[in-house]
């Protein structure tokens, strides 16, 4: 038994020709947004990833001996040899004889690296089980102001307790005393750029320090500010897919 199409050779040329547009619309689409795609995501460390208390460094170095820790210990941005062991100028063990001077004793290096510890208050381990999760989708980088001592610890399975350092959850570290610059420094913003081949416009600045944030913009990245001691997983999802879809 023969079956004969009921279907006029005009509608079916109608509906290639559509189902033609259709599928050129949709390429077109799919090209437009993976041309303004976030690519990578730029990671701070204290205050972003750990907690980050001042008050607790201060109390830490005072207690080897650091006189007017209130007044020689910051935030965001470290002075005189503090400063210098996080731009790479002074290796741990000038440091650990220069910081001795100033507390009156002879140090050693598990008191120093005990005081810098000081400035950590916790980790909610879900910003890094979010951060596991983006890194299906995007490149992950840390840029990061810090030092030898902080990043023998984070480095290390005492990181976290699955035993996994903070190598695991990176692509790539970018710290401080490495490159030899501190942010908000454009130098230090400039040698992740160009060491990861990276194009500003396509990259999202995670930091909760308002001046690298600031820096970070001027070179052209995105931005996101998080407050230090926050969960800000739900609150980055929201900005990803603002960026990316509408």
Same mark, same amino acid.
């Given at each position: ?49 750990? #907690? *980050? =208390?001042? +008050? ?14 209130? $007044?020689? @210990? /910051? ?22 004889k ?7 004793? #002879? *140090? =050693?290096? +598990?008191?120093?690296q ?11 381990e $879900?910003? @890094? /089980? ?44 970018y ?8 942010k ?62 509408e």
């Amino acid at each position: 038994m023969l079956f004969h199409s009921t279907t006029n050779s005009k509608d079916q040329i109608l509906t290639l020709e559509f189902v033609v547009f259709f599928k050129e619309a949709f390429q077109n689409h799919l090209t437009e947004i993976d041309r303004n795609m976030i690519k990578q995501l730029i990671f701070d460390f204290a205050g972003v990833i750990t #907690d *980050l =208390t001042w +008050e607790g460094a201060v109390e830490s170095f005072s207690r080897i001996g650091l006189k007017n820790a209130d $007044k020689i @210990l /910051d935030k965001y941005h470290q002075n005189g040899i503090f400063q210098d062991l996080e731009e790479g100028k002074m290796d741990t063990e000038t440091f650990r004889k220069e910081l001795g001077k100033l507390c009156n004793r #002879d *140090l =050693t290096q +598990e008191e120093i690296q005990s005081a810098w510890m000081g400035y950590f208050n916790g980790m909610n381990e $879900k910003k @890094l /089980d979010c951060i596991e999760e983006l890194r299906k989708d995007y490149k992950i980088f840390l840029l990061s102001n810090t030092n030898p001592y902080v990043m023998k610890w984070a480095c290390s399975p005492n990181f976290t307790s699955k035993g996994k350092s903070l190598n695991d959850y990176f692509d790539k570290l970018y710290l401080s005393y490495e490159t030899g610059y501190t942010k908000p420094h454009e130098g230090i913003f400039n040698y992740l750029i160009q060491d990861a081949k990276i194009k500003p416009e396509e990259s999202l600045f995670i930091d909760d320090g308002a001046s690298n944030i600031a820096m970070g913009e001027r070179l052209g990245m995105h931005t996101f500010h998080p407050q230090n001691a926050t969960d800000w997983t739900e609150l980055l999802k929201k900005e990803l897919f603002s960026l990316n879809f509408e």
